[in-house]
């Protein structure tokens, strides 16, 4: 079945950076777009990064963008989240999540688990 | 960017009742628009997608509506199972946005 498991969480200083992963399963992932989420501890859903199946079309929001890059390994099915000058509102559960390229059933699901990024000196 | 406005932000309701929830997009986005559920402590669930399409193994008491900016989620019948915190998110350009959710609680 499908598995997308995010790894590379922990509690970070201000300013510092951190690289989550997250390894896929269960399907063809060198064919499927990625996206990463996050929620904060007690707050609402937050789109932050896409990347095409072949890694060549990034997008962000402007929340993360040119602190944050998402960049894909294809040949070892895992797709990365480079954080830099990270910051106490980055504070959040991370989620990596598939986009097959069309909206269908597979579209945004399932969901990983999650990965827990804390910022804080 | 365009901006999502989902109400209302909390509701209490009882089993059995019918409950409306709307997103409203700033401009017109087609059918762009999914529903999320999400309970305490999980991970989110996808419950429509193309603002009207229904994820297989959903409940049929579940559907949504809308095209361009105006959208619903409708549960006909609430169950216990359905307290939680729903989330439109629209996905028509990037960067996509979630409207800021509705926790339904036990009236």
């Known amino acids: 079945q499908v598995q997308l498991v995010e790894s590379g969480g922990g509690v970070v200083q201000p300013g510092r950076s951190l690289r989550l992963s997250c390894a896929a399963s269960?399907?063809?992932?060198?064919?499927?777009?990625m996206h990463w989420f996050r929620q904060a501890p007690g707050k609402g859903l937050e789109w932050l990064a896409a990347?095409?199946?072949?890694?060549?079309?990034?997008y962000y929001a402007d929340s993360v963008r040119g602190r944050f890059t998402i960049s894909r390994d294809n040949s070892q099915n895992i797709l990365y989240l480079q954080m830099s000058s990270l910051r106490p509102e980055d504070t959040a559960v991370y989620h990596c999540?598939?986009?097959?390229?069309?909206?269908?059933?597979?579209?945004?699901?399932?969901w990983g688990q999650g990965i827990l990024v804390t910022v804080s000196s | 960017d365009v901006q999502l406005t989902q109400s209302p932000s909390a509701m209490s309701a009882s089993v059995g009742d019918r409950v409306t929830i709307t997103c409203r997009a700033s401009q017109g986005i087609s059918d762009s628009l999914a529903w999320f559920q999400q309970k305490p402590g999980k991970v989110p669930k996808r419950l429509i997608y193309?603002?009207?399409i229904l994820q297989s193994g959903v409940p049929s008491r579940f559907s949504g509506s809308g095209s361009g900016t105006e959208f619903t989620l409708t549960i006909s019948s609430l169950q216990p199972e359905d307290f939680a915190t729903y989330y439109c998110l629209r996905h028509d350009t990037y960067p996509w946005t979630f409207g800021h959710g509705t926790t339904i609680e036990i009236k």
């Open positions: 990347l095409s199946y072949d890694g060549t079309r990034s």
């Open positions: 269960g399907f063809t992932f060198s064919t499927y777009a």
């Open positions: 999540v598939r986009d097959p390229g069309r909206v269908n059933e597979e579209w945004l699901d399932p």
């Open positions: 193309a603002s009207s």
